[in-house]
């Protein structure tokens, strides 16, 4: 009696495992093509999820994001000034990824009058992040300003981000003519001053004039 159910046992046990194999057998090639697609897609950046979203700029009520672009150097904006008064740029600072990237501007300094558009660029290094042409990236943003008429002690700020492609072009801030007269003149230390803050940088990043 015991060999009957010893041997019950195995031929279930044999079936069992048959069983197990065929499955495997079947559906493991599907199940790896699966994987490959997938990881195929991964690759692509088609599963990324920031590409899914829409193209975004939003910089809080305080100023309207009228246009905007990420390019391989920075950020070039189309803002409008819906403070309700005259304020003045005290700093930029942008950050991808938790990490605050080393950026200038020469709209930093300027006055700018309530209801006015400006064009807002701002040169950022890129070098060391996975910021790179053709993707898809988010780009935080918080704009210090302060009011024309309360002054530099009373600082505010407004949090906001930017989402959209990076495209395979770069911003030009600065002008040859200008950075090549100052070069010549010794009045590079001025150009912050003329043109605001961030402009002699400018110059010697986009044409190697001003630097020391």
């Known amino acids: 009696m015991t060999g009957k159910i010893e041997k019950r046992l195995k031929e279930i046990f044999s079936k069992s495992s048959q069983s197990a ?29 920031s590409k899914l979203l829409p193209n975004r700029c939003n910089l809080g009520s305080e100023f309207g994001c009228v246009d905007y672009l990420i390019a391989e150097n920075g950020l070039q904006l189309k ?8 304020i003045i740029i005290d700093s930029f600072t942008v950050s991808h990824q938790n990490i605050n990237l080393d ?23 890129f070098s060391n992040t996975r910021i790179i042409s053709g993707n898809k990236e ?3 943003l918080m704009i210090s300003y302060y009011g024309v008429d309360s002054g530099s002690n009373y600082i ?18 600065s002008d040859n003519n200008i950075c090549q007269n100052a070069e ?15 402009y002699k940088t400018a110059c010697c990043s986009e044409y190697n004039l001003c630097c020391s």
Not at 21 to 47: C, N, Q
Not at 79 to 86: E, F, I, Q, T, Y
Request: negative net charge.
């Open 21 to 49: 194999l065929e499955f495997l057998t079947t559906y493991g090639w599907a199940f790896i093509v699966i994987l490959i697609m997938i990881a195929t897609l991964s690759y692509f950046g088609i599963l990324q999820p």
């Open 79 to 86: 803002l409008k000034n819906n403070v309700g008064s005259p």
């Open 103 to 125: 950026c200038s501007s020469s709209t930093i300094g300027a006055s700018w009058n309530s209801g006015h558009l400006r064009d807002v660029p701002i040169i950022c290094n």
């Open 138 to 140: 988010k780009i935080n």
């Open 156 to 173: 505010s700020s407004v949090q906001g981000e930017i989402l959209a492609p990076v495209i395979n072009a770069t911003i030009t801030v």
């Open 184 to 198: 010549d003149n010794g009045l590079c230390d001025g150009l912050d001053i003329v043109f605001g803050l961030g």
